[in-house]
């Protein structure tokens, strides 16, 4: 794995890294779309900010809590109001590797 958050000087460059990669791993948003558009496989943690649906392409592996909390989707562009933000907690680090092992082996 290797961390470009910050490297890329542009769009154009984030486009190309990701062309080349074997997989991504992100949050929901713009490497999930730049990895569809260029048909590179995308694990992307989705929050309960916005349904699944909306961005699960053919080559997303959506990784999210199941069942999802009833206050998703939110759509919250601030803070959760919530004591805890039930839509990741169960959303553990072990899950997501063993996600991307199991869809990447």
Not at 5 to 15: D, H, P, Q, S, Y
Not at 22 to 43: D, M, P, Q, R
Request: glycine share 4%; net charge positive.
């Amino acid at each position: 794995m290797i961390d470009f958050r910050g490297k890329t000087k542009n769009l154009r460059e984030l486009a190309f890294v990701i062309s080349k990669s074997s997989f991504t791993l992100s949050n929901e948003g713009l490497i999930n779309h730049f990895s569809a558009a260029v048909g590179v496989k995308s694990f992307v943690v989705f929050s309960g900010f916005h349904p699944v649906e909306i961005a699960n392409y053919n080559t997303t592996v959506p990784i999210v809590s199941e069942p999802q909390v009833k206050c998703s989707p939110c759509w919250l562009l601030e803070s959760c109001t919530k004591e805890q933000k039930w839509c990741t907690y169960n959303i553990s680090v072990d899950k997501v590797v063993s996600r991307v092992l199991e869809k990447v082996s």
